[in-house]
Each structure stands twice: as C-alpha cells, then as structure tokens.
C-alpha cells in the first residue's frame, strides 16, 4: 500500500498518496486552484504562479502544482495574500496581451480571458496596449503561431517534447524578451513539426490556432459554377456536440449531416466510405507482405501527423508503412474521378471538402503526391472547430435538428469505419477484413477488445486461422517513437502496427473542440463503438457501395488502377 | 586578522603552485586526507561558517547532508558566477591565488566522497579563467588533483565551465542547470541540491570565498575559527566598498566591524556626505547615515531591513537622486530576469516602466502604491531570488526617500537635476 500523508487544506483533513502536489491534494475536497502553466498531462513547469498558496510556516507563497503536500502541512488556498497575487499576476500577463479579444480564434476557449474575469479583474493598472510586434509564424498550412499572444506557459513546448517526442519548439532570448520560436525561427513549415494540432489544444490564449480556411469554402458554396461535396472524417460526429454546448461525446451523426446540408453542400458523404476502401487495401496490402515475405511490421498510414513525424525522424523506416493513402486523400482521389464519371460533373468543377479532427490533414492534402486526379484531390480541409463556427454564423440551431442521412454513394459506411477515430480503431477494423481473406471463413465475433482503450501501448497476438499475427497499436507520438525504435534496434517482433498522431486517436485530433482531456477522449471513443455497434454492416469489405466502386471502377484491392489512386510514396525529410 | 587575503596581501606573491606551497598551501589538504570525513564535517561545523554568497547557509551542515547521501556519484560545484552588481571579491581569489580554491574543492570533495568538481566561472572573467586553468595543471601535476592522490585512495578532478553572461547563473540551481548544458534557470526547490542537484546527483555547491576559509578552518581548527570577529557569523568578510569613497577596493575585516568603521577607518571616508548605503549590491535594501552603527554581519544588516548578500557596498552621496538609483536598479533586473516566472519576467518590466514614467515627470501618485504592491507580491511569488529580491532597492527607496519621488510626481522636480524631468528627452 501507498503510504499516505496528512494536511490541512482550508482546515479540511486530507489524506493523500505521498508525492502528491498540494494542487492534486486540493482537487480531493473540489478546490481546483486556479492555474495556467500547469497542465494535467505534463511536466510541472511552476512558473505561472497563478496556483500559489500560503502554507503555514514558509516565509513566501508556495506554488500548489510544484510543492510536494507533507505531513501535518497547513495550506490556505484561499486567503487575502492569495487573492491579491493572483490577481496582479494575470494583471502582468494581461499588459502584455494584445487587448483584441472580439477578434480572437480563442475568444470562446481562452482561458486568461476566463482566469482573468473569475478573478475579478475588472480593470488594468499597468500601461496599456500592445507591447510586442512580434511577426506571426504564418509559414505552416496547418499551425499560426502569434507570438503576441503568448503568455511563455510552456505547455506547447511541454505537450510537443514530452507527448509527440518532436521538440519542434523552444524559448529562445531571456527576460521579458523570451519568446517561444522554432529553431533559428526558420518557421513551423520548415522544422520537424509534425501540424499535429496538440499545441492548439494544449495552448490557454490564442497564441496557437489552425490556419483557417472557412472564407475559402464559403466562397465555394457561393459560387455556382462549383458542384461542392463534403466528407466527415469519424472522429467528428463524436466531438462536434460539445461545441453547442452538449455532453462529450454526444453522437451527433445525423444533426451534424442536417447541418451541412443547410450550409449549402450539395452532397453529404462520408470519409468513412473511403475508410472502408483503406481497409481492403491495407488487408490485402499486410497479407501480400506476409506471404511474400516482405518489409515487417507494416504500418498504418492514415494519420498525417504520424507520417511527417517518421518522415523526420525515421526516414530509414519509410519502407515499414502501408503505402495505403489515408481515408481522406482517397476521398478526394475517387470523387475527382469515379463520383465524377459517375455523375458527370467535371473535376475542376468539383470542390472536395473535408470536415476533420486534425490539423494536418490541411498539410497532407496539400502533399505535391495527392494529385491523383491530376489537380488537389482535396480542396480543402476545415477542422472540428472551423466547421461549428460555420454553422454558428449561419445561426442553426444543432441541437434540435432532426437527423439526416448521408448522401450515397460515398456516404455509405460500416461500423469498422467508424470506430477509425479512435486509438485501435484502424487496426480492429483490419483485422475483421484480414480474418476473412486469409481463412476465407466467416469472422464471427467482431470485436477485437485487445486493442480498444487509451493505453500508450497495446499489444495483441491475432490468431488466424494457423497464422500468428502479432499486433501493436500505438498513439501519441512518444509511444509511436517507442516501438519505431524497435525496429531500428531489429527487435521488433510484430506484423502489424497502428500509428496514431495524436493522443486517443483522431477523436484527440489537433481541431477537435476544446477542451480536450482524458475523460473527454473517453467518452468520444465510447460513442464511437457505440455507433459501431449499432450499424448494420461492421467489416469494411461488405460495405455494398465499396464493392460496387471495385466492380464498376477499381477492378480489385491493390489493382494497378487502385495503385495509381489510392497508394503513395513517402518522403525522406531528415532532421534541421 | 587575514584568511583569505593572507597571501595575496604578500609582496611579490604570484598565483603560483610554488608560491602557494612556500606559504604553507596543501598542508590542509595533506591533513585533510588523514583525517576522517565526520572529522572534518565536525570541524567545520564548529567553525560555523556560512555560505558567502549571500544566503548565509551553514557550510559544515550543507556538506553533511551531501556526506549523508547514499546516492553516488556525487560533485562539488564551486560558484564563481560572481555577477552581483558592486561584488569583484571573487575575482581577486581567482586571478591572486586560485590554488587557495582548488585545495579547498578537493577537501570538500574527499569529505563528502565526490570525484568530481566544477567550477562555474563568470564568462567575462577572463584572466581568472586563464590562471584557474594553469592552477589545475599545476595541481594535477603535483598530485593535489588526479587518481590517488597523495598516495591516498581518493581521487578528484576539477574542470572549468564558463558562464554566458547571465546574471541569473549565479542563482545555484540555474547555474546547475547551465552546467548540464541548458537554459540557466532556477529549478523547483525543494529538493535541494545537497540532495539532488549536479545531473540530478548529491552536490556541494559553494561560492568561491566560502571554500577559501576551508584550508585555514582545516589547519587550525574550527574552534578558533568560530571566535573569530562576529558570534553569528564568524570568520572575516571581503567587503567591496565602491560608489562615492575614498578608498574603494576589497577589504578583508572581521564581520564584527560597523558600518561606520568599514566606511571611515577602511573606506578612507565617504565622498561628499552619505546618502546612503547598498550593503549587498543593487539587489539588497538601502541603508542610511542612521544605520551608521550597525555590525556588517548577515543578522546585523538584516535587522536593519537589508540584507548582506555577497558583501557588495555601494556607497551613495547626497548628489544622487534615489529615483534615478530605483529605476537604474530595476533595469538591471529588468535585463537579467531570466523570463520563466511571471511575475519576475513581467514584474521587473512594470516595475521599470512606472520608474521610468516617474523620472520623466510623468508619474501619478498611484504609481507608488502599485510599486509598493508589485514589489511585495514579486517578494511572496517569484520562483527565485532574483525577482524576490528585484524591488529591494525601489522598496527601500520609497520608504526611506518618499520625498523625492513625491517631488517628481508632485512638483515636477528632481532636485539633483539627474532626472530627464523636465529636460528636453
């Protein structure tokens, strides 16, 4: 057993695990001390000082996340000295802080804004006005960095380090002239960032925010030359609730299609239709290796961010992934061509947009390799975040709208596409397509329980049939790097591995709403099976209007057609 | 009564292995290797030295724990990052006799039972750079540093480290940082570095003249040490007296002297009349002439509302304008602050505006509350000393010279025309 320690906390007894912090103590009878630099799932950076509190016999005020709760310890959280500290810390971030709130991305998420009207800041008395002209790192598709608005928390830093293992950013100068800059301030385009997105969530102010697009599409949807389609990658239906105020994880399929379609998309289909063809290609694709003895473990190639981080950082590893496109890219691919032989509609008067929960997906559409059709396959890619926002100007109201149907073809699915937006999700869906091509026997329990959940981590051994299949699924870039490294070293026992960028899969994208945590990535994977339960079809191959796409088009998984369209190449981009 | 300028002060004396051993250097050592650490440790802790950095920590108790440590391997870090506006002390120890150094870092390292030791030189120190590193090949040479020293089992080496230039560096924990090769900034106290401080290993860290008592403690005992000068804190200090004196320089006393004696009978007298006194460099309280008697010890000037810190005294006469001296104070601290807390980074900043503000003429009476409020919640939440103690100056200035700041936000005025006030800016 742990031992325990005894404090005071407000003159309430606590028992606690030894090397607790007096914040996580405080949490214990729901003090949840006002914070900024301190974050639940990074290192304790102690240097806000916004979580200060008086403990009892130490001459200064403590920092709660940074000081260790002890034996007999007489903490006051809440006492006049506190209060007034507080207040003139946020009072010293906020005469720095560019006053232009109306027009801030964060203005609805920011959490100085809040910190700073819940401690009752109700006027400044430093000199006011902009005191930073920092240029903005506009270099990135994905990521706008303004360093104005940053308040030197170091979560970005933290999240980028010691959750994706990328270290992209730094503090560089000292003093009042710190900033938070890439290396040698060459831009995020141009260093080892990955547009993962972590950084935005991570970040309290609007110093981080996704490259909008919205005017673009906007502009699309007005334009009556263009035929605009839109696809939903998975992880949004389970997240984009919570931006009109709804429980986390609230599954929002049919309101969320409702809503599109009164934004004046003229067809509402589904990324998960291409999720399904990914499937088959990625299944044929693993057992070809397999059986002719080629590159192991094979790699999933879905996430964006995954695939610039092994291009940086493993570029010896190229060969290790599926050469299988993501879902999104083969979206784009088989609406500029098949859905546009099919209806008629000239490519270069259709515009693909795609609704996603991640960042990078606006990087990788812009991939000079993602022309299949022979211009951008996806024309644009608006996140999680953008889209609420679009339906916020047009004042629908989400909440109540009836639900509606996707589009067909390509907004037919199968439950193993759905369950893609969470960690374990891809690799599940795979294996109830491979069970069936390798033993050609019906797979009759669907659910590969071993590889669900949020560990960093997980590990399954698949039998099929005779064959052995060892399976791993990692998401996180920390954990990703983990047993790439494996690999390097030869000791990688497996066949098959999932990557996801991000923590819990796309459902913890870089553009899902914010805030995004533990419980709420929980709660978002949960309606994802949930969904997955509740469709008809659940293995990707029986998706009726897929095999209809390789009957009428595709011919069959890894055809040479198929090749040209839905497979890629990898770039060897190396370290700055 | 000299300890540490005991050689220096000697005709003729160079910074060399030969001169050093002619006065006797490396016996404490030869002594110190058949001693036992407990012995040693015991002696120390008799002679009650403090750190003479600043923090006035007591020395035998700071190698005890590290000795008590069961974690290995273990350091010994000397401080030599003398950055402290008005303190040149160090300096002198280090360009005039740096084997005094070298010997002490390799008791304190057969003591606590390191291998290792570094010493973190401030990178403008040049020539001490230079002669620190002649001393240890000389050492080395000579067998005071090496394996088995002596013909003992105790082996101990000593690199040089230089510093970049930051202020914050001398702080111990953003100096151990720096040492690894990061970003100087202070660390999270507790835990300390005793315990867990060079590459997360037990470390002695000490300033460059609390290790040059060691040899003479180790020769002559720590009883005799500890009736030396002042009962608080015994043994001699090396004042620096500079600003308006006659005789600025270094001076070696016993810290029982008075403020009055240091300045008259070693200081040669105050140029013009005295205004006032930093005792412990710009980032300790102002003294004035009513302070005259107190004893320049750690506890006599902290009575006295100041602080001692590295014995840095800067004298002030009457033609300065404490305005002037408050916002060329927080400048300072405004530049060094290393950036990490907020109300360090953004507080030395305000701090200066309004000071700034005030000098041109175009400060509110408000302005002093919100200095007195910034300065006491910089004091109560700074991560480390150095924005704890970055309003010492102005705090001290406003309670002791309110007139003045009165005169400029009031009238307009600074009466020893130092101000922009007034002038064309």
């Given amino acids: ?576 | 009564m000299k300890i540490i300028l005991k050689n220096i002060e000697k005709k003729g004396y160079l910074p060399d292995i030969n001169s050093y051993m002619r006065e006797g250097g490396y016996k404490a050592l030869k002594n110190a290797l058949h001693m036992k650490p407990e012995g040693i440790l015991s002696e120390i802790k008799k002679s009650k030295l403090v750190g003479r950095g600043g923090a006035a920590f007591p020395t035998g108790l700071k190698w005890e724990f590290t000795y008590k440590t069961k974690d290995f391997p273990k350091y010994v870090v000397c401080n030599a990052d003398e950055g402290e506006p008005g303190t040149f002390k160090d300096r002198l120890i280090l360009e005039k006799d740096p084997h005094l150094l070298i010997e002490a870092m390799v008791i304190c390292g057969f003591t606590i039972g390191a291998e290792e030791g570094f010493i973190y030189i401030r990178g403008e120190y040049f020539k001490g750079y230079e002669v620190l590193q002649k001393a240890i090949d000389e050492a080395c040479r000579h067998n005071f540093l090496g394996r088995n020293i002596l013909g003992s089992k105790f082996s101990f080496k000593i690199s040089l480290y230089k510093g970049a230039g930051a202020y914050v560096c001398g702080e111990e924990t953003a100096l151990l940082d720096s040492l690894e090769g990061k970003k100087g900034q202070s660390r999270v106290k507790p835990p300390f570095p005793t315990f867990v401080g060079f590459n997360n290993k037990p470390t002695v860290l000490n300033n460059v003249e609390t290790f040059a008592n060691i040899p003479e403690i180790i020769l002559k005992g720590g009883e005799r040490f500890s009736r030396i000068g002042s009962s608080f804190s015994p043994g001699t200090k090396l004042y620096c007296l500079s600003g308006d004196i006659n005789n600025p320089g270094i001076h070696e006393i016993p810290m029982n002297v008075s403020l009055q004696d240091l300045l008259e009978r070693y200081g040669g007298g105050v140029r013009g009349s005295l205004k006032g006194v930093l005792p412990g460099g710009v980032s300790s309280g102002l003294l004035t002439p009513r302070d005259l008697d107190i004893t320049m010890d750690y506890p006599g000037v902290q009575k006295a509302g100041s602080m001692l810190g590295s014995g840095a005294v800067i004298v002030i006469n009457d033609k300065h304008c404490m305005v002037d001296l408050a916002e060329k104070c927080v400048e300072f601290f405004d530049y060094e602050s290393c950036g990490k807390c907020t109300p360090c980074r953004e507080g030395t900043k305000r701090a200066k505006e309004i000071l700034i503000n005030i000098a041109q003429g175009k400060g509110e009476l408000g302005d002093i509350a919100l200095l007195k409020e910034l300065q006491e919640i910089m004091f109560d939440t700074s991560r480390c000393g150095l924005g704890q103690a970055a309003l010492n100056a102005v705090r001290s200035a406003l309670e002791k010279f309110y007139d003045e700041f009165e005169d400029h936000i009031l009238r307009k005025k600074c009466k020893f025309g130092v101000c922009p006030i007034g002038k064309d800016i």
């Fill in chain 1, 1 to 576: 057993m742990a031992e325990l320690v005894n404090l005071t906390i407000d003159g309430y007894q606590i028992q606690t695990a030894k090397n607790t912090t007096i914040f996580e103590a405080a949490k214990k009878i729901n003090i949840n001390i006002p914070h900024l630099c301190y974050h639940e799932n990074l290192s304790i950076y102690g240097a806000c000082r916004i979580c200060v509190v008086e403990v009892e016999g130490r001459p200064r005020l403590e920092p709660s996340c940074a000081t260790i709760a002890e034996n007999g310890m007489r903490v006051k959280t809440n006492t006049a000295r506190v209060r007034r500290a507080r207040r003139m810390i946020v009072e010293l971030l906020l005469a720095n802080h560019p006053e232009d709130c109306f027009t801030c991305e964060s203005n609805q998420v920011c959490e100085l804004r809040k910190l700073a009207y819940d401690l009752g800041i109700r006027s400044l008395r430093f000199e006011k006005g902009r005191k930073y002209h920092y240029k903005l790192d506009l270099s990135s598709p994905a990521i706008i960095r303004d360093p104005n608005k940053c308040i030197l928390c170091s979560r970005c830093i933290r999240v980028c380090l010691e959750i994706q293992a990328v270290g992209a950013i730094e503090f560089v100068n000292r003093g009042s002239k710190t900033q938070v800059l890439t290396f040698f301030n060459k831009g995020l385009n141009n260093v080892e960032c990955t547009n993962c997105g972590q950084c935005i969530l991570a970040c309290p102010t609007g110093a981080l925010r996704e490259k909008t697009i919205v005017d673009e599409v906007w502009e699309a949807i007005s334009d009556p030359k263009k035929f605009v389609i839109v696809q939903t990658a998975p992880a949004v239906r389970s997240a984009i609730g919570e931006e009109f105020g709804m429980k986390p994880g609230a599954l929002v399929t049919g309101k969320m299609a409702a809503a599109l379609r009164r934004l004046g998309f003229s067809r509402i289909f589904d990324t998960q239709f291409t999720a399904d063809l990914t499937i088959i290609e990625e299944a044929y694709e693993l057992v070809e290796r397999i059986k002719n003895k080629g590159i192991l473990p094979m790699i999933t190639s879905c996430s964006p961010g995954w695939i610039k981080y092994i291009e940086h950082f493993f570029p010896d590893c190229l060969e290790h992934l599926s050469t299988c496109k993501s879902p999104q890219q083969m979206f784009g691919a088989i609406a500029k061509t098949y859905y546009s032989q099919k209806t008629g509609i000239e490519p270069k008067n259709l515009y693909v947009v795609s609704i996603m929960p991640c960042t990078a997906k606006k990087f990788e559409a812009k991939r000079p390799e993602m022309r299949a059709s022979g211009a951008q396959d996806v024309d644009a890619v608006l996140t999680t975040r953008e889209i609420a926002r679009m339906i916020k100007e047009t004042g629908i109201d989400f909440c109540n709208l009836q639900d509606e149907d996707f589009d067909e073809p390509l907004g037919i699915s199968t439950g193993a596409a759905v369950i893609f937006g969470a960690t374990g999700g891809v690799m599940e869906a795979a294996l109830r397509t491979a069970y069936e091509v390798v033993t050609g026997k019906t797979l009759e329990r669907v659910e590969f329980e071993q590889v669900r959940g949020l560990e960093g981590i997980k590990k399954a051994n698949i039998m099929l049939d005779g064959l052995e299949l060892k399976v791993a699924v990692a998401h996180g870039l920390s954990n990703a790097r983990i047993l790439l490294e494996e690999i390097q070293n030869g000791t990688s026992p497996y066949h098959f591995i999932e990557v996801m960028a991000c923590p819990g899969g796309c459902l913890g994208g870089g553009g899902q709403p914010m805030p995004t945590n533990f419980e709420i990535r929980a709660m978002r994977a949960a309606s994802l099976y949930r969904e997955d339960e509740d469709k008809p079809v659940r293995k990707s191959h029986e998706n009726p209007a897929i095999k209809k796409l390789y009957e009428e088009f595709l011919e069959k998984p890894l055809s040479e057609k198929a090749h040209h369209l839905l497979h890629t190449t990898y770039t060897k981009r190396g370290r700055y």
